[in-house]
């Protein structure tokens, strides 16, 4: 069943539905692991027009579990995009004015080079034959796709949670080429307890005789029990208590009182084995491995001796960072390092604490103190580069 | 292997190494699941003597992964009783003063009858024939225990975690029987976020395939990957965000540079695996589902019509609560609601949060504060009941 489960699903990893940037052999990419990748490629979506100018284009950076369809029907879940609420006509970051690429990081599993990517050199499934992904490796995989559309300075980079770390390293690595940049909900590094969290979804994967030591997409099999068991654990991470306690209590699922068995008797119960279930008929396994680990190895501040300050020195990038009150997974404090760090090195900074019970979740939803921010911020934006936003 | 680990076990379930209670067809014990459990047994340890007025017993009542071996070598793991730091002679609870019990929870995997116990009907392990035990179907059967050492009131009943739930269901269902009462890291009610972690571990080990539906045993195998991701995933949330940034942060394990792999770079990593192995070695895992069962299953409140100070109305017990200030899995906000609840059933109670950083953990360790607070409020309620304590 698991088997025919996976036969039956669209090889987005390989056949993606998007349009695709191929790499060849002269264009390799060069991964922090030491070795280059070569061919790659990447699997992107726009919405909106560059103008002549070529200076409104916005790119948006997406989370662990996100891809490239963030503002057009998901092909995989039928589902509208994961920033609809945020980027389309008329939106908070309107099509009509910007032109808005958001692409498939490397290591994913929606069409960019990852795990499931078939390798010319074997015909079969990397696996886990690539090295360990880092962030800035999708950075530099993004910046070549930039380069394809002829950008030299993006308008804005944004994203949340690991599209954030994107961002921070985007201004980092190439500071000339980020006009502004939002961060959400996000930090400099990886926590221990956040580590912590993913080396638990991995283990899960990897406890599950199905993933095969990574290998189970050349038996027709997948990970599915692990991999849910892993979203389910992440997604706890993603709430916060109060909206837990808010949005199920300690209610009952469809009964009036507890069945004295191991059936899902709380909504909260109903609720999670939903969300693990959903998940594994639309993400692999192995990507999961893999983008969790590069979050991990995030660590902006080791990247440069040490200090967080010098990997912005010098920078002129406006910055606004918005963080969560009741985000347990990447808490305001760790907003709040990257603005003093910004602060040290000069560098134009707006900061934004938004108070919600939604948690880490908090960026992903209808959340309008959010858009106000983006929307503040990118007219402002939008006039000392001389982009035209409208009304 | 994992089934020469499970024969080359002792059978602690079945043949403990410690004294046995065994109540007959005579003596059944009322389950709230609405049966009765018949025949049943209970192993327990008992530390010092019973003075003559039997006025000196203290119950201690163990966490989720405890067990009765409280104050003296632990005869699986051959380590010290997970609480000797506290108990013993000398210490602040003094066994040369008082007669301290600790006996294994129904449901437990340690001598008590649980789903690893032999059922009499069937010959084979009772598995999930077990209806789910609850906090007060433990506290009937340690009751049962009390009984048979002659013992009509405890000096006092302590314990932390789903121990302090115990505690406070000890002091609710039998105030007369209970002189002091100390709840430590604990709450009248599971939360939602607690219920969602304690299923994300369930459904790990149910997702193992050698729990075949939970009769692993029949079968001389045991769902060890399952257990240790389960154990792994509640070991986070009894550490604090910056306990595991002060023991670990982002430290590597035995390396210079991290390897671009799946190996655990991280010490967090490694701590968290070693976590896991441990303890499938002893423990049973639907035992885990059964204890974690009955921590989610509890709600003091709504047993009692709702409104949490008519579980206590007109008790004459000393209660004194304990939290801790990193505690993110009983905050102090639980302790408090049981706090205001005894104010206004008129109760005597005292509460003292503790700063500390090592979060719910912290009731199992070495903590001062803890200590002096226990010893502090033990003296006085020895005063009061007129038993000797010494200097």
């Known amino acids: 069943m698991a088997a025919g489960r996976a036969e039956a699903r669209h090889d987005e990893a390989n056949e993606p539905r998007s349009p ?5 052999a002269d264009r390799p990419l060069r991964l922090d692991a030491g070795i280059t990748l070569s061919p790659f490629q990447i699997a992107y979506q726009t919405y909106g027009e560059l103008n002549a100018a070529r200076s409104n284009a916005i790119l948006v950076c997406h989370a662990l579990t996100g891809d490239q ?17 945020l980027i389309g006509p008329g939106k908070v970051i309107d099509t009509n004015r910007f032109f808005v690429i958001c692409s498939n990081v490397v290591g994913g599993c929606l069409g960019s080079t990852g795990p499931a990517s078939i390798s010319p050199l074997t015909g079969r499934a990397y696996s886990l034959d690539l090295p360990v992904i880092t962030i800035r490796d999708m950075v530099r995989a993004q910046a070549m796709l930039v ?39 996000t930090g400099a590094r990886h926590s221990a307890q956040n580590i912590a969290f993913h080396e638990v979804g991995r283990q899960a994967v990897m406890a599950d005789p199905d993933w095969r030591g990574g290998t189970y997409l050349e038996h027709g099999v997948r ?18 208590e109060s909206a837990l306690h808010r ?45 969790t680990r590069s979050m991990d190895y995030f660590d902006l501040a080791a990247d440069h001796g040490g200090r967080l300050a010098d990997a912005f020195a010098g920078i002129k990038t406006r910055f606004c960072l918005v963080s969560f009150t009741s985000d347990w997974l990447f808490p305001t404090e760790e907003s709040r390092s990257v603005v003093h760090a910004l602060n040290a090195a000069g560098a134009s900074v707006s900061f934004v604490e938004i108070e919600t019970d939604r948690g880490h979740d908090a960026f992903l939803l209808d959340e309008p103190e959010l858009f106000a921010a983006i929307d503040g911020f990118l007219r402002s934006a ?5 982009v035209e936003v409208g009304p």
Chains 1, 2 share one sequence.
């Not at 380069?147 to 390293?169: A, K, P, R, T, Y």
């Not at 990970?223 to 916060?240: D, E, N």
């Not at 068995?261 to 192995?286: C, P």
């Open 247 to 291: 949005k199920f209590g300690r209610n009952l699922q469809n009964r009036e009182r507890p069945t004295f068995g191991f059936d899902a008797d709380f909504q909260i119960e109903s609720y999670l084995r939903h969300q693990g279930m959903t998940f594994v008929d639309r993400f692999d396994a192995n990507s999961y491995l893999y983008l």
């Open 20 to 24: 695709v940037l191929r790499f060849g």
């Open 382 to 386: 939008a006039r000392a580069r001389g």
């Open 69 to 85: 369809h963030v503002a057009s029907r998901n092909p995989v879940t039928g589902k509208p995009g994961w920033w609809e609420v």
């Open 147 to 185: 380069d394809h559309f002829g950008i030299d300075q993006l308008f804005c980079v944004i994203g949340g949670s690991m599209g954030g770390m994107q961002v921070l390293e985007w201004a980092s690595t190439y500071p000339e080429r980020v006009f502004s940049a939002l961060p959400i909900a």
């Open 223 to 240: 990970p599915q029990k692990g991999l849910a068991v892993a979203r389910m654990a992440a997604h706890v991470t993603y709430l916060s």
